[in-house]
């Protein structure tokens, strides 16, 4: 990337904030940084009595990528605080869905944030590999199955995939690569965020649940 956040920035501002517990056997906990689909999202937001839209922090100090820059949504307290803040503005779950729409056609990952003592999303940030903060330190160091979770996840159609690799260029999870002009596809690393559907000439990927 022509910038990136350091590992001193990372360990200091996303990594260095993180607390390390110890769990005994048999013990389930469930990632709260989630990965969400256009459907859940939708959800989401029509449940949502307030939501605020404002510009992406990671991607104006980065500028690896530019547009569109109106794809991070206050829920809640949290977006009448960002509204007194004058940092972001009241919109309605139409405008939100739009706004969402136009991030996930440019191949942005919506990642909704649930923090300590909430059990809903507060913000809907539009993520990519080379500016966000969180989705960078993820996949450069190694965690990202430790710190993300989803509801879905994407299935392939060997049968119909053309290896045109169109999905290696949109997924940034990198789950997907050509070689030898062959399509191949690390299951394991898909978070199922879907923006590799939507362009698949072939039709040849579908969003299931997880088993």
Known sequence: MKKDWTREELE?????????????????????????????????????EVIAQGECDCRTRMGNCIDPMD???????????WIEEKKGK?????????????THDAG???MAYIFKGEDKPTWIC???????????????FGYSDHVFSSKYIATQDSDKCSSCGTCVDRC??????LLDDELIYTEEKCFGCGVCVDTCPEDAIEMVERS
């Open 12 to 48: 200091k501002d996303y990594v260095g904030k993180m607390k390390a517990f110890t769990l005994p056997v048999n013990y389930s906990i469930s990632g709260k940084q989630k990965i969400l689909d256009m459907k859940e999202l939708e959800e989401i937001l029509r449940e949502a």
């Open 71 to 81: 794809g991070c949504l206050g829920i809640g307290d949290e977006a009448i605080e």
């Open 90 to 102: 009241r919109i309605t779950v139409d405008e939100a869905l739009e706004a969402m729409k136009r």
């Open 108 to 110: 942005l990952v919506h």
């Open 126 to 140: 539009s993520c990519c590999f080379c500016c966000c903060h969180s989705l960078s330190a993820a996949l450069r």
């Open 172 to 177: 940034q999870f990198k789950a997907r690569e």
